[in-house]
């Protein structure tokens, strides 16, 4: 199928962190002949490998970003190149540190950016198991019946962070989400204040 465009850029962590909390609407936008590319801030060698079989599964690309440079200035790069439709990161008040210098690193690209007023139309956060504070707004919900069996197999191929784990997590918070969203399973997203601006948040494009 013919590409259509950069649809979503996530600004992610880890390497498991776009398949565990996005993977199904990943798949979803993938299969539509969107172009979907995964940042990701920290990794190694063997986790490069591992998110490379995952994104053949999605439908995704990964982008792996120099530790030795600033994340703020990259993820600004990325933004100026791809003109990408949605964003999505890390929520404000995760309490893994690394997800939160990712979140800080991606409001400050966005609100940098020359031309937020044009692109992108939409930002998100992933959801989470636990937050520090509660998030403002309501959650915009995915159904992911349809590629749970594909978020599943990608999130196997991350062999080094205890996968079986990881898929438990993707199904219960799946499940709850589904309940919430009135479908058998779904993935939440949270819009985000940026400069006074939200995006339009009845569904996700």
């Not at 994104?55 to 990259?74: H, T």
């Not at 949605?86 to 008040?93: A, K, L, S």
């Not at 197999?153 to 989400?177: F, V, W, Y």
Request: proline share 6%; net charge positive.
């Amino acid at each position: 199928m013919q590409k259509k465009g950069t649809r979503a850029l996530f600004f992610t962590a880890h390497c498991d962190d776009a398949e565990l909390w996005a993977g199904g609407t990943i798949k979803l936008w993938a299969d539509g002949g969107e172009e979907i590319v995964v940042a990701v801030a920290t990794h190694e060698r063997r986790r490069q490998q591992e998110s490379s079989y995952a994104a053949a599964i999605l439908g995704y690309r990964p982008v792996f970003l120099d530790s030795s440079l600033d994340l703020e200035e990259q993820f600004l790069g990325l933004l100026e190149q791809l003109q990408p439709e949605v964003v999505i990161t890390h929520p404000d008040g995760d309490p893994h540190p690394m997800h939160c210098r990712v979140n800080a690193a991606a409001v400050g690209a966005l609100t940098r950016l020359g031309e937020r007023r044009r692109y992108p139309s939409r930002w998100y956060a992933f959801d989470t198991y636990y937050l520090t504070r509660t998030p403002p707004g309501c959650p915009v919900f995915v159904d992911v019946h349809g590629t749970f069996h594909e978020k599943r197999r990608a999130l196997s191929c991350h062999r080094s962070q205890r996968p079986q784990d990881l898929i438990r997590l993707a199904e219960h918070m799946g499940a709850l989400n589904g309940f919430r969203a009135r479908v058998k399973i779904a993935e939440a997203f949270h819009p985000f204040d940026l400069l006074g601006r939200w995006p339009r948040i009845r569904k996700m494009p």
